[in-house]
């Protein structure tokens, strides 16, 4: 993804947050013939200052089209359930990233015990499901964290609500993705794109 794209791609997640907290419709506009190929998306908010989660939703599937992605998680990390519902008056207190995401492919490792070094820390975010549990983690938390990919494993399992040591476990599968992510440096600010290796 080019810059300029990105740099779109935070703009209209930032457009739909704003409609959204104020009861408004999105002004409509043109966008690239990228946007309009199926695409994974998260749009992520974080305090300003100090970097605080204040919600984080997003499609891992390649369903919808690029900015229909976008625009559903904007809208959609407004009323994040972790959290209370974003105000208006919190826009400018909260920096947005977007994270475009590549298809997620199965990580087939044998022995399981390997798998850590399969797990490239900053490349790779990890889908972890077993049954009708289910966790995803992005590629910059582990980053963010300080994690090994043995911790960023069993991080990944325990929000798929698993013991820890379920990624050993053959049944349960183990997925990871690839995401460009872009975020204002402040609110309303110059939109970059993070490096996460």
């Known amino acids: 993804m080019k810059d300029q794209e990105g740099t779109l791609a935070v703009k209209l997640a930032r457009k739909a947050i704003d409609a959204e907290t104020r009861d408004l419709d999105i002004d409509t506009?043109?966008?690239?013939?990228?946007?309009?190929q199926k695409s994974?998306?998260?749009?992520?908010?974080?305090?300003?200052?100090?970097?605080?989660l204040r919600g984080c939703i997003g499609y891992p599937e390649p369903v919808f089209p690029l900015a229909e992605s976008i625009l559903r998680a904007a809208q959609g990390a407004c009323h994040?359930?972790?959290f209370p519902a974003l105000r208006a008056e919190e826009l400018d207190q909260v920096v947005v990233e977007v994270s475009v995401l590549t298809p997620p492919e199965e990580?087939?490792?044998?022995?399981?015990q390997e798998m850590p070094g399969a797990v490239v820390i900053g490349r790779d975010g990890l889908?972890?499901?077993?049954?009708?549990?289910r966790g995803l983690l992005l590629p910059q938390v582990p980053v963010e964290w300080e994690w090994d990919s043995t911790t960023f494993l069993e991080q990944a399992c325990m929000k798929a609500g698993l013991t820890p040591d379920m990624w050993l476990d053959r049944r349960t599968r183990v997925l990871t993705f690839q995401a460009e992510i872009f975020h204002e440096e402040s609110p309303y600010g110059q939109i970059v794109r993070e490096r996460t290796q």
């Open 107 to 112: 990580l087939v490792v044998a022995p399981r």
């Open 127 to 133: 889908i972890v499901e077993r049954g009708a549990y």
């Open 80 to 82: 994040d359930p972790r």
């Open 40 to 52: 994974g998306a998260f749009v992520t908010l974080k305090t300003f200052p100090g970097g605080d």
């Open 29 to 36: 506009f043109d966008v690239p013939d990228s946007f309009r």
